[in-house]
């Protein structure tokens, strides 16, 4: 029950100190829900395009680029160093793409450990609480995995959270960059979806993170919760 509620405390902390609120969330889905915004970015390229322009600039046209109509998002997939394109067209599009550019050219061995250490992660929470549901292991070692867990989070947050807000805030001056080298809008135009892109940060970056941070204690929580259980069958 202690680690339990210490668990349950840390997320409140995490809240209150990060100031994150569901009016966060409803602000950046305003911002990607704006009609008129909308519009004027329907104005630019498809999204291949600004990909494949994007990647131009990075020196990394190796990279392949593959539409996928049925999806909304936009991926880099590392295994196969390719950027799989959704066929989003809200005002975060560009910034999104520039985004996936972005994250071909980050390091590829830390890349791929993302990828392989979250699945081992997920792996890791499935085989420990299933060996602690039927009483396999003793209620020491399931707080030593406890402890376990607890650390892979950690990495797995700090790598995740490296690669991603990298990626951001590089893609943030990315777009502008490109939308003020470009005669798709006007000017007044061009600082609108500038500033949006920066307002979309300022609360993405910390929104994201917080997002994280609470997956990795949603985990632990769960955990945790099983382990009470295990005592009670003992």
């Keep these: 029950m202690i680690i339990i509620l210490s668990i349950l405390i840390a997320m409140a ?10 009016k966060d969330f409803k602000k950046l889905r305003g911002i990607v829900e704006d009609e008129k915004l909308t519009e004027t970015i329907k104005k630019f390229p498809s999204n291949t395009e600004i990909c494949e322009q994007t990647l131009k600039k990075l020196n990394k046209e190796d990279v392949k680029v593959e539409e996928d109509n049925s999806s909304k998002t936009s991926v880099y997939l590392v295994f196969k160093n390719k950027i799989v394109i959704g066929k989003a067209n809200v005002i975060t599009r560009i910034q999104t793409v520039i985004h996936e550019c972005i994250h071909s050219t980050q390091d590829k061995r830390l890349l791929k450990f993302n990828v392989i250490f979250a699945n081992i992660n997920n792996l890791y ?14 209620y020491n070692t399931a707080t030593i995995c406890l402890w376990g867990l607890a650390l892979m989070q950690l990495t797995l947050y700090a790598v995740r959270s490296f690669l991603e807000t990298d990626a951001m805030i590089r893609a943030e001056f990315m777009a502008q960059d490109y939308i003020e080298e470009t005669d798709y809008v006007t000017k007044e135009e061009k600082d609108k979806i500038i500033q949006t892109y920066k307002d ?9 993170n917080y997002v994280l941070l609470m997956k990795a204690l949603i985990k632990l929580l769960i955990y945790a919760i099983i382990m009470m259980a295990m005592v009670e069958l003992l």
């Design 125 to 138: 929470l499935l085989i420990i609480s299933i060996l602690s549901l039927f009483n396999k292991i003793s």
């Design 200 to 208: 979309v940060n300022k609360v993405g970056i910390k929104s994201y």
């Design 13 to 22: 902390l995490l809240t209150i100190g990060l100031n994150i609120g569901i």
